[in-house]
Nanobody
Framework: QVQLVESGGGLVQAGGSLRLSCVASGSIFSIISMGWYRQAPGKQRELVATITSGGSTNYADSVKGRFTISRDYAKNTVYLQMNSLKPEDTAVYYC??????????????WGHGTQVNVSS
């Protein structure tokens, strides 16, 4: 079993910054990628940013230039630095882990989410 624990969410004013962290633990053989997704009230979950084990990154157009994803796979940890926050960034942010278990089964796991509120 895998556990993902997010932290760093909170309330900030527009233009402010926040850094999210996610620590993974459990039966992880190898990491394919880690990332962040978000879901706002009344909207579908959407990709925010991902990073592969090789360091390749992918960002949603809405956050390019403002958010930066990074990782420390030695600690099974992924970060999301969020700058120039906007009210439309308000959402629950979920950590994602795409990985192989020791039985070589590919599994996609999710954290419980952390709330980010950006006030105008």
């Amino acid at each position: 079993q895998v556990q993902l624990v997010e932290s760093g969410g909170g309330l900030v004013q527009a233009g402010g910054s926040l850094r999210l962290s996610c620590v993974a633990s459990g039966s992880i053989f190898s990491i394919i990628s880690m990332g962040w997704y978000r879901q706002a009230p009344g909207k579908q979950r959407e990709l925010v940013a991902t990073i592969t084990s090789g360091g390749s990154t992918n960002y949603a157009d809405s956050v390019k230039g403002r958010f930066t994803i990074s990782r420390d796979y030695a600690k099974n940890t992924v970060y999301l630095q969020m700058n120039s926050l906007k009210p439309e960034d308000t959402a629950v942010y979920y950590c994602n882990l795409d990985h192989y278990q020791y039985g070589k089964l590919r599994v996609d796991d999710w954290g419980h989410g952390t709330q980010v509120n950006v006030s105008s």
